[in-house]
């Protein structure tokens, strides 16, 4: 009964983040050519975001007994 909500929590946690870099992406990519003005700090939490998800997605391929 815990693994399935641990699943649940660190899947909606990953899908979050991932939607979150992909909105900083979206943002950088704009104003970096439309404004002239890239979004401070964005490839650092871009690598943050990036080692979060290494982090919460790595339990839920070893408890689904999965490949990464």
Same mark, same amino acid.
């Given at each position: ?26 943002? @950088? ?6 404004? @002239? ?32």
């Amino acid at each position: 009964i815990y693994v399935a909500w641990l699943e649940g929590t660190l899947g909606v946690a990953a899908a979050a983040i991932l939607f979150a870099m992909m909105l900083i992406t979206v943002v @950088d990519v704009v104003g970096r050519y439309l404004f @002239d003005s890239p979004l401070p700090a964005g490839y650092e939490l871009i690598q943050f975001g990036m080692a979060s998800m290494v982090f919460l997605v790595l339990p839920l391929v070893t408890a689904r007994g999965e490949n990464v």
